[in-house]
């Protein structure tokens, strides 16, 4: 049986639920499918065919919902993956935006399903709670000029 979680996001596809968690569930260690659901007869899709998949990303529960073509995503949600090095962002940003998928701004990116991600290196927190203000402005300002974040230009900046 399934674990209820208190709030679980819920992500909407039109028909690519199984195929988007199994790809996520690839890229992040302590990931995993935790069920499936199928359309029965007495519902408006294809008997047997995907309705639901259950799964988590490094401990973190989602829930695919393949509800069909009335509603995409929007960059207005995304999930944020905090990472610990440059090696990280560089794997996750290639992999999240091969096959279609989108870079934009800021560590911004959309995967081949449109679904927004953030790919930001945790030691840009680090840098944006320094208590000189003058070095938190130049890490900002270095920051709104990349795409994929770059940590030793973060660095530089900071120095500067």
């Known amino acids: 049986m399934a ?11 039109d028909g690519q639920a199984e195929e988007a968690a199994n790809f996520y569930v690839s890229l992040f260690p302590d990931s995993r499918i935790t ?6 007869e007495a519902e408006p899709s294809a008997a047997g065919s995907v309705m ?18 009335q509603f995409h995503f929007t960059e207005a949600i995304s999930l944020q993956i905090g990472c ?5 962002v560089d794997e996750l940003w290639g992999k999240l935006t091969a096959d279609g998928g989108e870079e934009s701004q800021c560590g911004w990116l959309k995967d081949r399903y449109g679904l ?19 070095r938190v ?3 900002t ?11 030793a230009s973060l660095e530089e900046a900071a120095k500067a």
């Open 3 to 13: 674990t209820l979680h208190k709030i679980t996001p819920c992500l909407w596809y």
């Open 35 to 40: 069920g499936v659901q199928r359309y029965s």
């Open 52 to 69: 639901v998949v259950t799964f988590e990303l490094a401990g973190q529960p989602l829930i695919g919902l393949n509800g069909g073509p």
């Open 84 to 88: 610990d090095s440059q090696e990280e």
């Open 116 to 134: 927004s991600w953030q790919v930001v290196p945790r030691r840009l927190f680090e840098l944006l709670e320094d208590p000189d203000a003058g």
């Open 137 to 139: 402005t130049r890490v």
């Open 141 to 151: 300002q270095r920051m709104y000029t990349m795409r994929k974040i770059e940590i």
